[in-house]
């Protein structure tokens, strides 16, 4: 009789246990291993470019990768000054209608003006994308120095002076609601390259977190934008050019990006040579000449637009002066590099960094 109550007894025990035993022992959690894709290319914005995803699977970041390229794309021809393209109205197009009649533009390109003339009077006009008649000189000069460097010159005081007076923003209108643009200067000519890719990479990267992405990064001629950390829940590094291509050590500092855009401007890379001296593309808006204060600045923030122009603007000033201009802005740090090679830093800037050298 005994025995015959306690074999229920047993299993009503062990059943108890089986139940404590699964509501507090762990569970066993299934995780998906992201996927790391790259790809690169040279069709965007005339540099060499990297997006790098991390997805669920090589497809789906595959998938994220292209469209960001083909969005980058469409922005590279609105953008463009040098270049027609089959059914597109783009800056080049307003560049030839200066002076004549507004231009119906796409909301891109009027968003993109938009940004830059608030950015020419946060600068104090230290970037000024109505400077393009004189840039143009400039471009002509370089082209024809690369090309035949025996006859590399320089352009004339005179012929500069004389294309700076087409240089006023206030010529460029902007009429939002009819979606125009209009040159009241004819000789007036706009030039984007100190802000076009920025802006481009920062409302791509809107783009892909709108979408749902949440670890990538681009890298658009230098120009880097970090989404979210890497896939291992790290944050992706990205490291500073050393001006100095000839240094053993190619990178100055490396950064920690989370969020965050880097972006650099430096005489180092698009120049030439007249009489032994190099003559690079960044234009001092007071001399008229390459700006030669410094050898190359960094900003780091979150818009990628606001670090592009204000990477241009501050290369143009001494690091006091962009240290001023820096203060109007929150959440922008900088490293600059003078023609000596030395390194100032913002502390802000240093936080991110790995490098030595002393942060202000």
Avoid at 180 to 200: E, H, R
Wanted: aromatic share 8%; with cysteine; net charge negative.
């Amino acid at each position: 009789m005994h025995k015959s109550r306690i074999i229920p007894l047993i299993v009503f025990v062990l059943a108890g246990l089986a139940a404590l035993a699964a509501v507090f022992l762990p569970r066993t959690v299934t995780t998906v291993e992201l996927v790391r894709y790259k790809t690169s290319f040279f069709d965007v914005f005339d540099t060499y470019s990297e997006i790098t995803v991390y997805a669920a699977t090589e497809g789906e970041a595959e998938a994220i990768a292209n469209q960001a390229h083909t969005s980058l794309t469409a922005y590279h021809q609105l953008y463009d000054i040098y270049n027609d393209y089959d059914g597109i109205v783009n800056l080049k197009t307003v560049n030839a209608q200066a002076g004549a009649a507004p231009v119906t533009v796409d909301e891109r390109i009027l968003n993109l003006l938009t940004f830059a003339k608030a950015m020419a009077g946060e600068t104090n006009g230290r970037m000024n994308i109505a400077m393009g008649s004189v840039l143009a000189i400039w471009h002509d000069y370089r082209t024809r120095g690369l090309d035949d460097p025996a006859s590399a010159a320089l352009p004339s005081m005179a012929q500069l002076q004389a294309a700076a007076e087409h240089c006023n923003i206030d010529d460029v209108v902007l009429d939002p609601v009819a979606k125009t643009v209009y040159l009241a200067d004819p000789a007036l000519q706009l030039d984007v390259g100190a802000v076009a890719k920025g802006f481009a990479v920062e409302r791509v990267a809107a783009q892909m977190v709108a979408q749902g992405v949440t670890s990538a990064l681009l890298s658009i001629g230098g120009n880097v934008r970090a989404i979210g950390v890497r896939g291992d829940g790290s944050a992706w590094r990205a490291n500073v050019q050393n001006p100095d291509l000839t240094a053993e050590n190619q990178s100055i500092a490396t950064l920690s990006l989370a969020d965050r855009s880097l972006v650099t401007s430096g005489s180092y890379q698009r120049y030439y040579t007249v009489d032994g001296k190099q003559y690079h593309h960044i234009i001092d808006p007071d001399t008229l000449f390459p700006a030669d204060k410094l050898w190359a600045v960094s900003v780091v923030t979150q818009d990628s637009g606001l670090a592009d122009a204000l990477s241009t603007a501050l290369f143009t000033l001494s690091i006091e002066d962009g240290k001023a201009l820096l203060k109007r802005f929150d959440g922008v740090d900088a490293l600059w590099v003078t023609p000596d090679g030395a390194i100032t830093q913002s502390a802000g800037f240093a936080a991110l960094t790995d490098t030595e050298s002393t942060a202000e």
